[in-house]
């Protein structure tokens, strides 16, 4: 009896299981994220990741991602964003919507009368899908329900490719419009996090054109912004003018401003975005950096551990362990 409980709890212990968990199941609590190649959170797995409309007929549909993290439309047919154009002979694919991975419904929406940002596959962001901001036109995607409020904290998080040039006007990762403006930017000489106007903290070096940036902008809700830039913190500083123009009626908005003022655009590609409204500790920072990091091959990010990390565990003179959800006993 004594060894048979003793071969229960170790096969308990032992049980099959992931070497480590989707990002957002390890860092909880995020308000709003997306991503065109993964899956972020378990319990988002096999849904609708984004929706996207076609040039010939303007036909729109949903697209999921398989088993190799590759967009296939979300019907039996699970077409390729390729197949799918094929269908009507149509060129481009561009983006109608992004679907939140949290599991809290925050979709952020071209709005009408705009002109929506482009589906790019296979990028110089390490292959990846992302959302081409690099076109002239007045791109944006907005959404009016993440409720962060002047009074909170927020940790923008974004996966990205810088544009092809710079200007002295800042171009917008993340942004918000009402009454003044809070963002997450760049210009020809900083990473920006634009706490309201005229209110700007700066990092200590400038952007390289066409380049992959894993970028967090993150503000503790009084006083403290941290901009790091690939894994490395690049500005730490206590704003003079207090909290942050971060408005809670406010649109936010994805690539660009909430205005008409097309010169706002990001103007390069966006893969990946998380936005927390609560502070995070250090550990789960450098977690969310490191995922990101690693996901778009990030010079100056770690890599994550090995998926095939063994197991230990020694019962009875014997040893077991398990590789890959494998059990092996020796």
Request: proline share 3%; with cysteine.
């Amino acid at each position: 009896m004594k060894k048979l409980l003793t071969l229960f709890l170790a096969l308990a212990l032992l049980a099959p299981h992931p070497a480590y968990a989707l990002l957002l199941d390890d860092v909880a609590g995020a308000t709003f994220a997306f991503s065109l190649s993964r899956y972020l959170k378990t319990a988002f797995e096999g849904s609708s990741v984004v929706r996207l409309r076609e040039s010939a007929t303007a036909g729109t549909q949903d697209f999921k991602l398989n088993g190799s993290n590759v967009l296939v439309t979300n019907d039996v047919n699970e077409y390729t964003v390729t197949q799918w154009l094929a269908l009507t002979s149509a060129t481009t694919s561009y983006v109608v919507s992004v679907y939140d991975h949290t599991g809290n419904g925050n979709t952020f929406t071209a709005p009408a009368g705009i002109n929506e940002p482009v589906l790019t596959e296979g990028t110089s962001l390490n292959s990846l899908a992302a959302i081409d901001f690099s076109a002239s036109s007045e791109y944006r995607l907005e959404a009016t329900t993440l409720d962060i409020g002047s009074a909170n904290p927020i940790e923008i998080f974004g996966l990205t490719r810088s544009a092809g040039s710079f200007s002295a006007t800042d171009r917008y990762l993340f942004s918000n419009g009402a009454v003044s403006l809070a963002a997450a930017a760049v210009d020809l000489n900083n990473f920006i996090w634009q706490a309201d106007l005229g209110e700007n903290i700066l990092s200590a070096n400038a952007p390289v054109v066409d380049t992959n940036y894993q970028l967090s902008y993150r503000y503790d809700g009084t006083s403290n912004f941290i901009i790091n830039v690939n894994c490395t913190e690049e500005a730490n500083q206590v704003n003079a003018g207090g909290p942050a123009d971060w408005r809670t009626a406010g649109t936010d908005v994805i690539g660009n401003s909430a205005s008409t003022a097309a010169d706002r655009l990001w103007g390069g590609l966006i893969a990946e975005l998380i936005v927390f409204k609560t502070a995070y500790s250090a550990g789960d920072v450098t977690n969310i950096q490191t995922s990101m990091g690693t996901q778009g091959n990030i010079t100056g990010c770690a890599a994550a551990p090995a998926a095939d990390t063994p197991s230990l565990l020694r019962i009875n003179g014997g040893t077991w362990w398990t590789r890959g959800g494998s059990l092996i006993i020796r």
